[in-house]
């Protein structure tokens, strides 16, 4: 019997309708309560946001296209919000900036 790692349990599960619908509710309501939650002490409404803003990310076409729009008007912002997602792009992009700068 194979183990399969979390990463491939995870895609798996991305593959069913209802899992993807419920992932992408609870991310919204992820992002809908980071405001809520922000008055409280300590980082917990942007944490909560990034965690809701991955989640649709990771379930929605339409959230990712409005996110790409998003990055190429504001570059700067668009950046750091890659490097809070952990995202592959921005890991990329650095590395080719590096290397044009000659760092």
């Known amino acids: 019997m194979a183990v399969m790692s979390l990463r ?3 895609k798996s599960l991305l593959q069913i309708p209802a899992i ?3 992932i992408l509710l609870f991310g919204a309501v992820c992002m809908i309560c980071a405001p809520l ?3 409280l002490p300590g980082p917990g409404g942007v944490v909560l946001f990034a965690i809701g803003l991955g989640l649709v ?3 929605s076409a339409w959230a990712r296209r409005r996110y790409v729009r998003f990055k190429r008007r504001y570059p700067r912002q ?3 919000a890659d490097w809070g997602l952990r995202r592959k792009s ?3 992009r650095e590395e080719l900036r ?4 000659g760092d």
């Open 78 to 80: 668009g950046g750091w």
């Open 37 to 39: 939650v922000s008055p």
């Open 20 to 22: 993807r619908l419920v």
């Open 8 to 10: 491939s349990r995870w």
């Open 98 to 101: 590096k290397k044009a700068s």
């Open 90 to 92: 921005h890991k990329r």
């Open 57 to 59: 990310l990771q379930t």
